[in-house]
T-cell receptor, first 114, second 114 residues
Framework: AQTVTQSQPEMSVQEAETVTLSCTYDTSENNYYLFWYKQPPSRQMILVIRQEAYKQQNATENRFSVNFQKAAKSFSLKISDSQLGDTAMYFCAPPIGSQGNLIFGKGTKLSVKP | NAGVTQTPKFQVLKTGQSMTLQCAQDMNHNSMYWYRQDPGMGLRLIYY???????DKGEVPNGYNVSRLNKREFSLRLESAAPSQTSVYFC?????????????FGSGTRLTVV
């Protein structure tokens, strides 16, 4: 079965520091996109960053970057200069099956402390 | 830009009652999805529709039915609600021709079955 694992249920970081959230997954596809979504207390699901598996270069979006290791099927999210507004649940979402439907990890609850 | 609109935002049902959750998107997306979110479980796919006129089961379809009324609308029906269906329900949509854009989510429906 294709799966996704986020091994850190909860994490805490001081404001302005850097934190890395881990994600491993299993897929039989060769070319695909992976995503990180953020869910703040408002409950809205917000796309944070995407990575195309075909590209070796890691994606970056402002303070957010990924470390994508295709062979190891690892897709971690690094948040630099953490801000209070980064407090949220973070979900890793690789695709599952030939349809490419996204499967979501169980999430990491990140708290940014002042 | 409305994006994905879900109604209602909150609902309380008694065991055995029925209801339909409505979802509409205005982005001309061909694919639509229903997920449920439970604490510690991430988002789990209930049903999806790859195109108008087609629907397929996801990971947790039991107790639900769906209708893809047209390209814009995708409804989720609970015929006889059970307490195990207490959850937050998300509708999402995507463009199969722009996989890298990921999913756009509605704001969710919090359903409580008593």
């Amino acid at each position: 079965a294709q799966t996704v694992t986020q091994s850190q249920p909860e994490m805490s970081v001081q404001e302005a520091e850097t934190v890395t959230l881990s994600c491993t997954y299993d897929t039989s596809e060769n070319n695909y996109y992976l995503f990180w979504y953020k869910q703040p207390p408002s409950r809205q699901m917000i796309l944070v960053i995407r990575q195309e598996a075909y590209k070796q270069q890691n994606a970056t979006e402002n303070r957010f970057s990924v470390n994508f290791q295709k062979a190891a099927k690892s897709f971690s999210l690094k948040i630099s200069d953490s801000q209070l507004g980064d407090t949220a649940m973070y979900f890793c979402a690789p695709p599952i099956g030939s349809q490419g439907n996204l499967i979501f990890g169980k999430g990491t609850k990140l708290s940014v402390k002042p | 830009n409305a994006g994905v609109t879900q109604t209602p935002k909150f609902q309380v049902l008694k065991t055995g009652q029925s209801m339909t959750l409505q979802c509409a998107q205005d982005m001309n997306h061909n694919s639509m999805y229903w997920y449920r979110q439970d604490p510690g479980m991430g988002l789990r796919l209930i049903y999806y529709s790859a195109s108008e006129g087609t629907t397929d089961k996801g990971e947790v379809p039991n107790g639900y039915n769906v209708s893809r009324l047209n390209k814009r609308e995708f409804s989720l029906r609970l015929e006889s609600a059970a307490p195990s269906q207490t959850s937050v329900y998300f509708c999402a949509s995507s463009d199969a021709d722009r996989v890298g854009d990921g999913y756009t989510f509605g704001s969710g429906t919090r359903l409580t079955v008593v």
